[in-house]
Each structure stands twice: as C-alpha cells, then as structure tokens.
C-alpha cells in the first residue's frame, strides 16, 4: 500500500513557476513508476509527465516539454514537478500516481493516487 500527498500548488501568473511535490507513504517508493497528471475543470484528466523507478527514463506530454520537469529522491520517497513558464492553460488540479509498469501515458498503468493540488495561473 503507498500513500501519495501532493503540495506546492497555488496561485502563480502567467510566466512563473512553481515546483510541485508528492510524497510517499511506505518503504517500497523507489520501485514504482511515478507519474503526474492533471485535470482542467470541464476536461477529462490526462498525462503530464512520468519518471521510471530509477529516475533514468522519463516521458512529457508535448505541450509541458522543455518547460516541466519531473525528478524524483529516493532516499526521500518523494517526487517533483517543476513547473516553468508557465501559461493559463496549465490551470489545473494535479495529481500525482504510482504505477508497477514502465513509464505510461495511461491511468490504468497507475495503482495509487494522491488527492490533488490545485494549480491556477492568471494572465
């Protein structure tokens, strides 16, 4: 059983930045696949980035690439997203997940849920 609790979220303006954090529950964090996903009011949930057990592979939906970026600390049983440049449509509530199969896109890959931390960026 994992436990994931997400902070960091908040208000922030268009162009700034803000690093999100998930920390897990349990001493088995450093085998899972750790991923972020995020859900806009009035759409459905989707992918947003993802980094192996390891930390040495790690995949970006197109439209964070180059402004986002995934890492993780073993030793602290924690995951983060650093948020840069960031636009309106990052608005969103984020979520993080932990899954046993390799870096995925897909919610089913993904076993344990936090409960979100919601993210705003005003223009």
């Known amino acids: 059983q994992v436990q994931l609790v997400e902070s960091g979220g908040g208000l922030v303006q268009a162009g700034g930045f803000l690093r999100l954090s998930c920390a897990a529950s349990?001493?088995?964090?450093?085998?899972?696949?750790m991923g972020w996903f995020r859900q806009a009011p009035g759409k459905e949930r989707e992918f947003v980035a993802a980094?192996?057990?390891?930390?040495?592979?790690?995949d970006y939906v197109d439209s964070v690439k180059g402004r986002f970026t995934i890492s993780r600390d073993n030793a602290k049983s924690t995951v983060y997203l650093q948020m840069n440049s960031l636009k309106t449509e990052d608005t969103a509530v984020y979520y993080c997940?932990?899954?046993?199969?390799?870096?995925?896109?897909?919610?089913?890959?993904?076993?344990?849920w936090g409960q979100g931390t919601q993210v705003t960026v005003s223009s």
């Open positions: 349990g001493r088995t964090f450093s085998t899972y696949t």
């Open positions: 980094i192996s057990w390891s930390g040495a592979s790690t």
């Open positions: 997940a932990a899954g046993r199969s390799n870096t995925g896109r897909l919610e089913r890959q993904y076993t344990y």
